[in-house]
Nanobody
Framework: QVQVEESGGGLVQPGGSLRLSCFTS????????VGWDRQVPGKDRELVAAITPTYETDYEDSVKGRFTISRDNAKNAAYLQMNSLKPEDTAVYSCHILYMTQHYWGQGTQVTVSG
């Protein structure tokens, strides 16, 4: 079982920035694919960014050029730098760990973009 914990959410004005952090337990972090999902009530969860063990990244179209995912294997940590935030980015953001065929999520952190 992998424990996943997020931090860094909050309230920000449109155009502002936030940095989300994800920390996990265990010793296999370098073998994980790490993603950030977001979910709005009444809508399906969507994957907005992911980074593989070989540092390949992928982004959902609406966040390309604004969000950057990164990882620090020495700290068992991953980050999502979110710039130029828009009201439609408002959601609960969850860190998503994929290892082999197993998926793990944290409880999520609320991001609210409002002016």
């Amino acid at each position: 079982q992998v424990q996943v914990e997020e931090s860094g959410g909050g309230l920000v004005q449109p155009g502002g920035s936030l940095r989300l952090s994800c920390f996990t337990s265990g010793t296999l972090f370098s073998d994980y694919t790490v993603g950030w999902d977001r979910q709005v009530p009444g809508k399906d969860r969507e994957l907005v960014a992911a980074i593989t063990p070989t540092y390949e990244t992928d982004y959902e179209d609406s966040v390309k050029g604004r969000f950057t995912i990164s990882r620090d294997n020495a700290k068992n940590a991953a980050y999502l730098q979110m710039n130029s935030l828009k009201p439609e980015d408002t959601a609960v953001y969850s860190c998503h760990i994929l290892y082999m065929t197993q998926h793990y999520w944290g409880q999520g952190t609320q991001v609210t973009v409002s002016g």
